[in-house]
């Protein structure tokens, strides 16, 4: 595809725009990763071909920053190993890739600001010189967390970044409440709606265009569908959901790539490949993420 990093170049966010080097519109689409700790395997080079294949032009590594199942605090040398070859894989596939503190359990993402610093510190030194990376500071701030909270995280987040990087923040309520969202004063800068059919109304084009029209840029960091909960209605609604980001050339990363037996997963816990998926491999939840992604 003509629509990598290679193409595009540099990003940057013009008033609530992804834009390119060039200035045009971009929207970014991809497969986010499930947490790179545990499904490591289809962040391979060919994998990330294939979503490649099917019209992403980026993907999400989810890196869980604290979790009881073990994140980036409990296992930092392993976690940084595995976003490192993430990283160098999609930038190999000539794909844009978001980093992802994958904030959850924790629910306030100040509980590990220091260790967030350090990572970020890291990483964005590694990738200083390489326009393809972007960084999402904090995944799903939940419980009591507050905006003014996840500012004063975001202010000490933030300037331990590299320049020019586009930079994703998260919201308040699992980044369903960007209605709370008050901008932060950085350049370059777009805050992260979640959306899940199936457990969610469709308020989703109200919400984010009113905050459009406040001058707020929206980028959808993380989607799924929840047929389990939601049943087929899930899949319809999915399936709506899609169609307005791509109408609307809202960028987005799809909940996840991988075979896990659950109702989020793209593919079928007997998909035993990392690559060459066929029509069997995929569930149906995993039918309309890869369709999504032809824009
Ligand atoms: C889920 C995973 C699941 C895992 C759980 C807790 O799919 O296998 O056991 O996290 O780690 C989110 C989160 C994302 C969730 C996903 C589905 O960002 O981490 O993944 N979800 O519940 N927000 C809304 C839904």
């Not at 992403?56 to 070859?85: H, W």
């Not at 509980?111 to 326009?131: G, L």
């Not at 987005?252 to 007997?270: D, G, Q, V």
């Amino acid at each position: 595809s003509l629509d990598g990093i290679k193409v595009h170049g540099q990003l940057s966010v013009k008033g609530t725009q992804l834009t390119d080097a060039s200035g045009n519109l971009v929207q970014l689409r991809g497969m986010s990763s499930h947490g790179i700790l545990w499904y490591p395997e289809y962040s391979n080079y060919a994998s990330l071909c294939e979503t490649k294949k099917y019209g992403a032009n980026m993907f999400r590594i989810a890196m869980y920053a604290d979790d009881v199942n073990e994140g980036y605090v409990q296992q930092p040398t392993l976690s940084k190993k595995l976003v490192c070859q993430a990283i160098e894989n999609a930038l190999a596939a000539d794909m844009y890739v978001i980093v992802d503190w994958h904030t959850l359990k924790e629910e306030n993402p100040l509980k590990n600001v220091s260790q967030a610093k350090e990572f970020f510190e890291e990483i964005s030194t590694r990738y200083a010189k390489e326009p393809g990376v972007l960084y999402e500071i904090c995944n799903e701030p939940n419980g009591d967390t507050t905006w003014e909270e996840i500012r004063d995280y975001a202010e000490q987040v933030i300037p331990v970044i590299r320049q020019h990087a586009v930079i994703l923040v998260g919201t308040p309520d699992y980044s369903y409440s960007i209605t709370k969202v008050e901008p932060l004063s950085y350049e370059n800068l777009m805050y992260s709606y979640h959306f899940y059919a199936g457990q969610y109304d469709d308020a989703y084009k109200n919400m984010i265009e009113d905050t459009q029209r406040k001058g707020i840029p929206v980028f959808v960091t993380e989607w799924g569908i929840n047929e389990e909960q939601g049943g087929e209605a899930a899949l319809t609604q999915g399936k709506a959901f899609a169609e307005y980001l791509n109408e609307k050339k809202i960028s987005f990363a799809a909940w996840s790539l991988c075979n896990k037996e659950e109702t989020f997963s793209a593919l079928r816990p007997e998909c035993g490949t990392y690559r060459d998926w066929e029509e069997k491999d995929f569930t149906e939840v995993g039918r309309i993420l890869f369709e999504a992604l032809k824009g």
